[in-house]
């Protein structure tokens, strides 16, 4: 079955650092690759989605590049500000049934 | 504005009894899922529908059940409480079309005893 996995630790970064956040994922590419962000106590909210022929997608001071070859999508918050903790969600969707499959999420502290 | 709603936000049950869990949302979106939430899995697909009468089985479908009666609304019952199904229950939903973005429900946090 397929798998993915983000990094499992918190991630800790001082406030106008560049966060990155990795999607690793097993067996065959999806079609789309979604990033979610979740707040404490809250449903995820969607942030990007990329295709599986982009490389990049930019929104603002957020970036995310996907790689097929590596089987990778990395996620990066440039210039980050305290009010980006939280914690983000990959997910990955392929075109047989439309399904989300999400990672278990990275969670991002951001200290002033 | 259109949202997606969940009731109630908290519930308290005993092993054995049916639950149920609302989800209400006003986008007039085709798709509606539920999700389970627990530390170590991430989010997990329970049940999905792709319209009125449309139910289908996630990843985790077991002893959980849905019935999609209206384009608003994808209830889901848990047929007989047990505690492994203590957890953080989300709906979603989303327009059509698998590229869709999907918008979540705040969430229920429901504990069996």
Known sequence: SQKIEQNSEALNIQEGKTATLTCNYTNYSPAYLQWYRQDPGRGPVFLLLIRENEKEKRKERLKVTFDTTLKQSLFHITASQPADSATYLCALLYNQGGKLIFGQGTELSVKP | ?113
């Open chain 2, 1 to 113: 504005d259109a949202e997606i709603t969940q009731s109630p936000r908290h519930k308290i049950t005993e092993t054995g009894r049916q639950v149920t869990l609302a989800c209400h949302q006003t986008w007039n979106h085709n798709n509606m899922f539920w999700y389970r939430q627990d530390l170590g899995h991430g989010l997990r697909l329970i049940h999905y529908s792709y319209g009125v009468q449309d139910t289908n089985k996630g990843e985790v479908s077991d002893g959980y059940s849905v019935s999609r009666s209206n384009t608003e609304d994808l209830p889901l019952t848990l047929e007989s409480a047990a505690s492994s199904q203590t957890s953080v229950y989300f709906c979603a939903s989303s327009r059509g079309g698998p590229q869709e973005t999907q918008y979540f429900g705040p969430g229920t946090r429901l504990l069996v005893l």
